[in-house]
Nanobody, 124 residues
Framework: QVQLVESGGGSVQAGGSLRLSCTAS?????VGWFRQAPGKEREGVAL????????YYANSVKGRFTISQDKAKNTVYLQMKSLKPEYTAMYYC????????????????????WGQGTQVSVSS
């Protein structure tokens, strides 16, 4: 019942910034951002939950990424700063309609709905 559409990916020089957008249709309780590079496991990077009051970040992106929302547009953003070449990946928005694990908040298995992804490429 939930549909997610990501946008905002592209190519950027190392140290640059991008802002990704995730627009949702249908009710969501929590929304997260994930990334997956070729040959690597899907990795959670940021989460907004608990009525969008609480946020959570992976240690690897603290200070570089910021998750935020525009309630009127039903959109969640991921502001990405100080980008590194190793951040090159397909970035996905994911959501669920219920509470999740307090111990594994960014486990991809805890999310039921996924967007198609948007590619982020960082060059040196």
């Amino acid at each position: 019942q939930v549909q997610l559409v990501e946008s905002g990916g592209g190519s950027v020089q190392a140290g640059g910034s991008l802002r990704l957008s995730c627009t949702a249709s249908g009710y969501t309780y929590r929304v997260g951002w994930f990334r997956q590079a070729p040959g690597k496991e899907r990795e959670g990077v940021a989460l907004m939950y608990d009525g969008y009051y609480s946020t959570y970040y992976a240690n690897s992106v603290k200070g570089r990424f910021t998750i935020s929302q525009d309630k009127a547009k039903n959109t969640v953003y991921l502001q990405m700063k100080s980008l590194k070449p190793e951040y090159t990946a397909m970035y996905y928005c994911a959501a669920h309609t219920t509470y999740g694990s307090r111990y594994r908040p960014l486990d991809p298995a805890e999310f039921a709905y996924w967007g198609q992804g948007t590619q982020v490429s960082v060059s040196s």
